[in-house]
């Protein structure tokens, strides 16, 4: 190193080790801080190890999605004090997956204060960690080419408003002349928004994986906001920090499915993409299943692919507008042609009854669909593998 | 609405309200939780008021940045215990200003469970909020024509790896033909990212609201990654969820700086960009204005704009490669010509005496600069304002 740098550094680290004295440090000048702790530790054999200095704490216990209580859902352990007011927990070896996690203080909820690594799902905030192997691999960033993900505001005249949605483009989109790429628009669920795909549902890792090795088509994803009401996810858009709904206005009344020829107007408009039923599929989970529902049959000749995954779906036909003819619209959707309808859920998911029902009719209709019944329910875990299949069979 | 849809509606908010009775809920199919307290609240005469259900606490804080300890740093004020084990407090009336703060519950730090809303600053996470006006208007998402904002990787040769970067392109870009931009090059500070300016310093809206009323040119910003050895921002890379690190190696050792103009030329064959110095600016923050000061006289011809903002600067001339022939390279610069070279630091900020140096050296060779002296020190709430007044001045 020549001599001015190290003199430079000298001096800057210098300053750093002032500020590393206590922990956390949080002054005027304090850009660093430090915390003691290795939190979560994933182990050799897959298991994972929790620490949290706590010093004044009487119980402290680990939340996770990880600590099966029953069907799937949230379990707790509780962790043990060690020296220096330092409490700890080791699971056992966990499978290759995302999970997410929360601390319990003395019953205070609050995140782990060793691990910067969130997801926010509507109003809630969890640290999330990977335990590598299969699924884990696939969620994760791995040294592939990467494709740009980038946050983009198209016109809604119908809804009045300037909107968000989230464009991903494959590795090698930038670079590849007038080649032309198929689309899928990949819809959230209730309380959900344009970020969710790609913060929950690891859609960007995903896509980057299966594209790498062949397993999936390079193609452009769509992910739009789908509260016909707002504008972005919150305090992404003009209505400031507010605390997210988890319950939007104008979510599920048609409003949302009349206007989304906007957003596929914008996307032919504005990138190389394949301009034909054969080109586009969508897919949803939950209310956004709900939403690939209607939308695919609103639209004649637009949707060749249709994913629903642990779909919101209406009993019986009727209403207004896109809900109106519900039969008659099925019926063209099939007879024009469809390259696949998918359909997923898992076996616990509240949704599962409307599920049936749907099989049913398209059962007693002869239209023909790909039915995938997963464990599980209503979960990102769930959408996340349905997104991985859907994809390898999609252009 | 429709009979249909309100059935369907009808089944879907009943689960919700099933899953509503827990505070805060996170059970299998539990996608919604529901925190009963608003936190932080921004009253009408802009003082604050800040709440946490902590029924079992002994003591509450809340530690924040507009909690003045001294020269500007984060200062604590105690909450008093209400009903119900909710404890409030209510700040006098602020600055408008886009703020950071956290609890202490009982001596250990915690983020506000009610408030979604947060930034990273290398290993901290804090909770944040905006006062409205001036300030806190200039940082929010106005109801303006949007720019895009990008995370685009880029292929670095001579570092060996695929690198993330995050561009914006102001609105109309992708709909204004053969028009070409300017472009800044906007640099981040030690331990920081690709992420950092777009988070912690509000680029994204700064830009958006400068450019919408004319006070700052439609331009293409990029902020790529500092740091030589690492690809990406924390958990962004094939390196997973690793703990961010306060000091990256290898920078400030020069290969980044040799490396710059592969993330020049990626830029100029990817944009409709103006090549030409009187196109291109490049400025950063601390570490940031270290390579910019480097970067800007080691390419002759590249940058006619140079940012320093509390920048790190060398003392002395010499070393190798991009830090050799110091004196040189800055005659050549500013014989070369140089449209604007502006250095902007913080009374209190730690490296005031090395831009003291800097303006002794500028001005016994006789190059013009353009100086700006604030009130504080090292912080992000002066690199936004130095950003905002550069960006007023540029192109």
Known sequence: MSGFVADVRKIFFSFLAVLMISVP????????????????QVNEDRSVTFRIHAPKAVKVEVRGDFLSSGKGGWGSAELTEG?????????????????????MV???????????????????????????????????VKDVRHGTVSKVWYDSPSLG????????????YEDSGSRRYPVLYLLHGMGGDEDAWMTLGRATQILDNLIAVGKAEPMIVVMPNGNAALPSAPG???????????????????SYETSFMEIVDYVDGHYRTVRKAE???????????????????????????????????????????????????IARQFSDGVELYYIA?????????????????????????EYHESEGGHTWRNWRVYLSDFLQKLF
């Open 279 to 329: 080109g586009r599929a969508v897919a949803g989970l939950s209310m956004g299943g709900f939403h690939s529902f209607h939308i695919s049959k609103q639209y004649p000749g637009t949707f060749g692919y249709v994913g629903l995954f642990s779909a919101t779906v209406p009993r019986k036909g009727g209403g207004d507008g896109v809900y109106s003819d519900f039969d008659r619209k």
């Open 345 to 369: 859920i898992g076996k616990d998911d509240f949704l599962y009854d409307e599920n049936v029902w749907l099989r049913q009719y398209m059962d007693s209709h002869g239209y023909p669909y």
């Open 161 to 172: 408003m300037s909107r968000r949605m989230t464009v991903y483009t494959p590795a090698g």
């Open 83 to 103: 020296e220096s007011g330092v409490w700890s927990w080791t699971s056992a070896p966990l499978e290759s997956e995302l999970y997410s996690y929360v601390f």
């Open 25 to 40: 440090v949080m002054g005027q000048q304090a850009i660093f801080t430090v915390e003691g702790q290795v939190s979560p």
């Open 236 to 254: 992404e858009g003009p209505d400031g920090l507010y605390q997210p709904i988890t319950r939007p206005e104008k979510s599920m009344e048609g």
């Open 106 to 140: 003395d019953g205070m909820q609050m995140l782990d204060p060793s691990n910067v690594f969130l997801m926010r799902d509507v109003r809630s905030l969890m640290n999330i960690f990977i335990v590598p192997g299969e699924k884990g691999d696939l969620y994760s």
